[in-house]
C-alpha cells in the first residue's frame, strides 16, 4: 500500500512535471531549425550478377537537409545516403529519378530536395579475362649491372568489369618496383593496379623476381 501511495501521491504535479519534460526536450530538438547542402553518392541495389554500373553522370547529387542545428553540425556523410533499386535487366543507357523521398538520414533530419533530379546511369555487362601481368620496373641496377630476367608468379591474372573496358587491355600492370641501384637479386610481393573502370583483379598481387647480375 505504501508503494501505491508513494506513486499515486501528488499525482498531478508528476504529470505536469513529466508534461513539462516533454515540452522542452521538443522545444530543444526543434528550436533552432538549419539547413545544409551535401553532395551524396547514390547506392544502386538489386542490380543483375551479369550487369554492372559502367557510368553514372552526375557521379554525386545534391541533397538539402533540414533539421536541428545541433545535429546538422554532426552530420557525417556516411549518415545521408541514396539507395536506388535498379529494375533494368539489359546493358543500356538509362535516366533514374530521384527525389527527397529516396534519401536516407539520421533522426530528426529531412531531406528537403535533391539536385538534379535524377541521375543517367550506363549498365554494361560484367565479363572476366585472364591477362598477361607486366611488372613496371622504376630505376636502374647500380653502374655495372644489367637486369637479366624478370618473371613474374602466377604470370597471369584475372580482371572482371565492363566489356568495353576489358576489350581494350592486352597487359595488366603492376605497382611501380623500385629498382635504382640495386646490384643483387630482388624478390618481392607486388600488387596488381586495377585498371581504371575495371571491378577487380585476382589475385591482387603477384611475386615478382629480378634478376640483376654484373656485366660481363
Known amino acids: 500500500m505504501k508503494i501505491k501511495e508513494a506513486i499515486l501521491s501528488n499525482i498531478w504535479l508528476k504529470g505536469a512535471a513529466l508534461l513539462m519534460a516533454v515540452f522542452l526536450w521538443f522545444f530543444v530538438l526543434f528550436k533552432g531549425q538549419s539547413?545544409?547542402?551535401?553532395?551524396?553518392?547514390?547506392?544502386?541495389?538489386n542490380l543483375p550478377a551479369d550487369l554492372i554500373v559502367a557510368e553514372k553522370r552526375p557521379d554525386t547529387l545534391n541533397v538539402l537537409l533540414k533539421?536541428?542545428?545541433?545535429?546538422?553540425?554532426?552530420?557525417?556523410?556516411?549518415?545521408?545516403?541514396?539507395?536506388?533499386?535498379?529494375?533494368?535487366t539489359e546493358a543500356g543507357r538509362y535516366f533514374i529519378h530521384v527525389g527527397s523521398q529516396d534519401v536516407r538520414t539520421v533522426p530528426h533530419v529531412a531531406a528537403l530536395s535533391v539536385s538534379p533530379d535524377g541521375i543517367w546511369v550506363y549498365l554494361e555487362k560484367r565479363v572476366s579475362a585472364m591477362l598477361p601481368v607486366k611488372p613496371d620496373i622504376a630505376g636502374r641496377p647500380a653502374r655495372?649491372?644489367?637486369?637479366?630476367?624478370?618473371?613474374?608468379?602466377?604470370?597471369?591474372?584475372?580482371?572482371?568489369?565492363?566489356?568495353?573496358?576489358?576489350?581494350?587491355?592486352?597487359?595488366?600492370?603492376?605497382?611501380?618496383?623500385?629498382?635504382?641501384?640495386?646490384?643483387?637479386?630482388?624478390e618481392k610481393d607486388i600488387a596488381i593496379k586495377v585498371p581504371e573502370d575495371a571491378e577487380r583483379v585476382i589475385p591482387g598481387e603477384v611475386r615478382v623476381k629480378i634478376s640483376i647480375r654484373r656485366k660481363k
Open 35 to 45: 539547413e545544409v547542402s551535401m553532395d551524396v553518392e547514390p547506392q544502386f541495389r
Open 67 to 88: 533539421g536541428n542545428e545541433f545535429v546538422l553540425k554532426r552530420l557525417k556523410p556516411s549518415d545521408v545516403s541514396i539507395p536506388l533499386k535498379l529494375t533494368e
Open 144 to 186: 655495372g649491372f644489367i637486369v637479366s630476367g624478370i618473371t613474374t608468379a602466377p604470370d597471369k591474372a584475372e580482371v572482371r568489369g565492363p566489356k568495353d573496358t576489358l576489350d581494350k587491355l592486352d597487359t595488366l600492370r603492376t605497382e611501380p618496383i623500385d629498382i635504382n641501384g640495386a646490384n643483387d637479386t630482388l
